[in-house]
């Protein structure tokens, strides 16, 4: 392997932002490592990715299960040495609105929702972190959402101010704090961390009601995933420029 083949790897990157965040930094040179749950639709992304002729290989990822995670930090160690950017994508949301009710809320649903959207990238992150202080220019993005920012959430004149998922904006919103802690530990290494509200894209996540491509929501998270040297840390970003927390 050449020292200068730069390595990514991508949570939940088999459909959607995740895959387009794959097929943006595979056709920038990024030998992409498509993390999924699902062996079939990882293998199917990585086919094809690499039909496109870009680099790409399915590792089965999933971010609840800490044995798996091991299990990856020790491949891309063995394989590549190193990792240069960490893109914290796998999310998952109720589409249930009467889960969004605090009375009809149950701790299962807010315990789910946390265990892949919070905790699950804080393991990756935790697992794969020394690995990231021996690229020359690590960067890990945390791909967040507006409806975690506590400033906008209590603004009237917020588009979504009337929308309010607790589980899913609670989880972003510490994904956010997530990002300022790590920026603020290792903001004296070569490890720069931010976070990225793609919008409202039409996924899966949202049964495809978004307005904006998958592939649009992807470009934010990839100028973050590739930013200079000189570049921020610490901050939230959208499509737009920075964003309150």
Same mark, same amino acid.
């Given at each position: ?31 992409? /490592?498509?993390?999924?749950?699902? !062996? !079939? ?7 094809? *990715? ?15 299960? +800490? ?18 950017? *960490? ?9 249930? @609105? ?6 009809? *809320?149950? $701790? ?13 990238? $804080? ?21 967040? +959402?507006? $409806?975690?920012?506590?400033? /906008? ?11 309010? @998922? ?11 704090? /997530? ?5 603020? !530990? ?15 894209? +039409? ?23 590739? *930013? +200079?040297?000189?570049? @921020? ?10 964003? @309150?927390?």
């Amino acid at each position: 392997m050449s020292i200068n083949l730069k390595v990514a790897l991508i949570t939940g990157a088999n459909k959607g932002i995740g895959f387009q965040t794959a097929r943006q930094l595979g056709q920038l040179g990024y030998m992409v /490592l498509v993390g999924a749950r699902d !062996e !079939e639709r990882g293998r199917e992304a990585e086919y094809r *990715l690499q039909q496109e002729g870009l680099r790409a290989l399915f590792i089965q990822l999933d971010v609840t299960q +800490s044995v798996m995670i091991n299990q990856v930090w020790k491949r891309i160690k063995e394989q590549y040495g190193k990792l240069d950017v *960490l893109i914290n994508n796998a999310a998952v949301a109720s589409t249930d @609105p009467h889960r969004h009710q605090f009375l009809e *809320l149950n $701790m299962t649903d807010m315990r789910e929702t946390l265990d892949t959207n919070f905790f699950g990238a $804080m393991a990756v992150t935790q697992a794969v972190l020394p690995l990231m202080l021996e690229s020359p220019a690590g960067r890990i993005v945390n791909v967040s +959402s507006a $409806m975690g920012s506590l400033t /906008l959430n209590s603004n009237p004149r917020f588009l979504h101010y009337a929308h309010k @998922p607790l589980a899913y904006n609670v989880s972003k919103t510490a994904l956010n704090q /997530l990002t300022v802690h790590l920026a603020h !530990e290792f903001k004296n290494t070569n490890v720069k961390v931010n976070a990225a509200c793609p919008g409202f894209a +039409s996924t899966d996540l949202n049964q495809g009601r978004g307005q904006r491509t998958a592939s649009e929501a992807a470009d934010i998270v990839v100028k973050l995933a590739t *930013l +200079s040297n000189d570049g @921020p840390t610490g901050k939230f970003f959208n499509a737009h420029g920075e964003i @309150p927390w």
